[in-house]
T-cell receptor, first 112, second 112 residues
Framework: ETGVTQSPTHLIKTRGQQVTLRCSSQSGHNTVSWYQQALGQGPQFIFQYYREEENGRGNFPPRFSGLQFPNYSSELNVNALELDDSALYLC???????????FGSGTRLTVV | EDQVTQSPEALRLQEGESSSLNCSYTVSGLRGLFWYRQDPGKGPEFLFTLYSAGEEKEKERLKATLTKKESFLHITAPKPEDSATYLCAVHSPWGSARQLTFGSGTQLTVLP
């Protein structure tokens, strides 16, 4: 059984650019959530996808958007990057119950 | 709004010196309290889920307990490999998303 896989592991972008981060959920998991973790802080909820539909969103602006595909993999897109978007972006998947969220190792995004 | 506060922010222990980490929470209808371990540059690793006051769970040198307002993670005779950041998170059922609200974590260092 594979876990949650995220790509790329590290990324450097310039302010104003756009970025796409990818996540392959754990086998059998149909729900994917994305979190942003700034240095020294706990993860903050961005949004969640269930069966290709967004079914929850945290306090993030519309320039943060996402997709979930039929195989339950997911993308996080961020437009018009700002310096404060520099963070570790985490993907988590679950089979649909609140038990056992599995997190990936994250993508470290640096905006310069 | 759900809130989670963890204390202390950082804790240094000698190998074998037992201690406890605290997680205080405010949530409208707790559906679950989660403890995760996070190593530097990695995603959170699931440790425990607690659902109701009075519940306890154990894993090796770790024991998690839950009351109506807080949770404790007790570490008995820690080893250097227990060094990590320990995150507490709560789940509440507002809206339709299974959002986890995290605390900022306790950074534990166990010295040999």
């Amino acid at each position: 059984e594979t876990g949650v896989t995220q790509s790329p592991t590290h990324l450097i972008k310039t302010r104003g650019q756009q970025v796409t981060l990818r996540c392959s959920s754990q086998s059998g998991h149909n729900t994917v959530s994305w979190y942003q973790q700034a240095l020294g802080q706990g993860p903050q909820f961005i949004f969640q996808y269930y069966r290709e539909e967004e079914n929850g969103r945290g306090n993030f602006p519309p320039r943060f958007s996402g997709l979930q595909f039929p195989n339950y993999s997911s993308e996080l897109n961020v437009n018009a990057l700002e310096l404060d978007d520099s963070a570790l972006y985490l993907c988590a998947s679950t089979s649909g119950t609140i038990y056992g969220y599995t997190f990936g190792s994250g993508t470290r995004l640096t905006v310069v | 709004e759900d809130q989670v506060t963890q204390s202390p922010e950082a804790l240094r222990l000698q190998e074998g010196e037992s201690s406890s980490l605290n997680c205080s929470y405010t949530v409208s209808g707790l559906r679950g309290l989660f403890w995760y371990r996070q190593d530097p540059g990695k995603g959170p690793e699931f440790l425990f889920t607690l659902y109701s006051a009075g519940e306890e769970k154990e894993k090796e040198r770790l024991k998690a307990t839950l009351t109506k307002k807080e949770s404790f993670l007790h570490i008995t005779a820690p080893k250097p490999e227990d060094s990590a950041t320990y995150l507490c998170a709560v789940h509440s059922p507002w809206g339709s998303a299974r959002q986890l609200t995290f605390g900022s974590g306790t950074q534990l260092t166990v010295l040999p």
